[in-house]
């Protein structure tokens, strides 16, 4: 049986919300899947009311080919949104945000945690316009070693998508990182080359701060999307913590993917497989 793809999407109804659900559309329709609009309320006695609020949202959703429902749940954000995403089996979430006063602002002190930690891909999308399609990946890479399955995900991610993975790595001056940085580069585009992923293999110039190199790439190549999957970024160093707020809020407003995934989770995530769509 075929698992219909998910995209749950947070919405607070202000503008970035609008461009989180023109992503999910883009993606939707891409995967042929479905959009499930959410907002989450204080009171139980507030979640008809927003049903109604949402209504319009759903149907222009709906009427542009897409199949969309709206959820509306009362309870905290940041136990809600992986709640229902767990129980709706979602796939995907696209929440927009201000930048990196806005994350706080919208989810509160905590907000890079349920971002990060969550099970279940995130993109987290500005005001920024949604391309037409997501023709550049940059996917940074630095000395963690890269796993087959991040390499699957990012190469059948970019099949789906049509797109070329930028390959970004930071320049690291000491002989043994240097050999085990070109170790892992060696390895992700020679898997990126089997599966007929079209590649740029890109080694920073600079040394210093390289969420700030990774950004200044990215725009330079016109980045549709910046694919956080290596596992530095999960570290309990707080210097790691700030690389990685410094990406997903960049001030570029490219979107960007967060992802942590169990393999069960991608064995059962078309996004994420080689199956035929």
Same mark, same amino acid.
């Given at each position: 049986?075929? #698992? #219909?793809?998910?995209?749950?999407?947070?919405?607070? !109804?202000?503008?970035?919300?609008?461009?989180?659900?023109?992503?999910?559309?883009?993606?939707?329709?891409?995967?042929?899947?479905?959009?499930?609009?959410?907002?989450?309320?204080?009171?139980?006695?507030?979640?008809?009311?927003?049903?109604?609020?949402?209504?319009?949202?759903?149907?222009?959703?709906?009427?542009?080919?897409?199949?969309?429902?709206?959820?509306?749940?009362?309870?905290?954000?940041?136990?809600?949104?992986?709640?229902?995403?767990?129980?709706?089996?979602?796939?995907?979430?696209?929440?927009?945000?201000?930048?990196?006063?806005?994350?706080?602002?919208?989810?509160?002190?905590?907000?890079?945690?349920?971002?990060?930690?969550?099970?279940?891909?995130?993109?987290?999308?500005?005001?920024?316009?949604?391309?037409?399609?997501?023709?550049?990946?940059?996917?940074?890479?630095?000395?963690?070693?890269?796993?087959?399955?991040?390499?699957?995900?990012?190469?059948?991610?970019?099949?789906?998508?049509?797109?070329?993975?930028?390959?970004?790595?930071?320049?690291?001056?000491?002989?043994?990182?240097?050999?085990?940085?070109?170790?892992?580069?060696?390895?992700?585009?020679?898997?990126?080359?089997?599966?007929?992923?079209?590649?740029?293999?890109?080694?920073?110039?600079?040394?210093?701060?390289?969420?700030?190199?990774?950004?200044?790439?990215?725009?330079?190549?016109?980045?549709?999307?910046?694919?956080?999957?290596?596992?530095?970024?999960?570290?309990?160093?707080?210097? !790691?913590?700030?690389?990685?707020?410094?990406?997903?809020?960049?001030?570029?407003?490219?979107?960007?993917?967060?992802?942590?995934?169990?393999?069960? !989770?991608?064995?059962?995530?078309?996004?994420?497989?080689?199956? #035929?769509?």
């Amino acid at each position: 049986m075929e #698992t #219909t793809y998910k995209i749950l999407i947070p919405t607070d !109804f202000s503008s970035v919300a609008i461009t989180a659900i023109s992503h999910a559309k883009k993606i939707a329709t891409i995967m042929k899947g479905q959009i499930i609009v959410l907002h989450v309320v204080e009171k139980d006695s507030q979640i008809e009311g927003t049903h109604k609020k949402l209504k319009p949202i759903v149907d222009e959703i709906i009427a542009s080919g897409i199949k969309a429902e709206s959820k509306v749940v009362a309870g905290d954000f940041l136990k809600q949104v992986p709640l229902v995403a767990e129980i709706m089996e979602v796939q995907l979430i696209i929440m927009g945000t201000h930048g990196r006063r806005g994350i706080q602002h919208l989810v509160g002190s905590y907000a890079m945690k349920i971002i990060t930690n969550s099970a279940i891909p995130f993109i987290v999308v500005q005001d920024k316009r949604v391309p037409e399609k997501y023709s550049n990946i940059v996917f940074p890479i630095d000395l963690s070693a890269e796993t087959k399955l991040k390499l699957e995900m990012t190469a059948s991610m970019a099949k789906h998508l049509g797109s070329t993975v930028h390959i970004f790595a930071a320049k690291d001056n000491d002989p043994f990182n240097k050999k085990a940085m070109d170790a892992n580069v060696a390895h992700a585009k020679k898997y990126f080359i089997q599966q007929n992923v079209p590649l740029v293999v890109k080694i920073s110039d600079e040394d210093g701060d390289f969420s700030k190199q990774c950004i200044h790439y990215s725009v330079s190549v016109d980045a549709d999307l910046i694919a956080i999957i290596n596992l530095n970024y999960r570290s309990l160093n707080p210097l !790691f913590k700030q690389d990685e707020e410094a990406l997903i809020t960049n001030e570029a407003q490219i979107p960007v993917l967060t992802v942590n995934p169990t393999k069960d !989770f991608t064995e059962k995530n078309p996004m994420y497989n080689n199956r #035929t769509l």
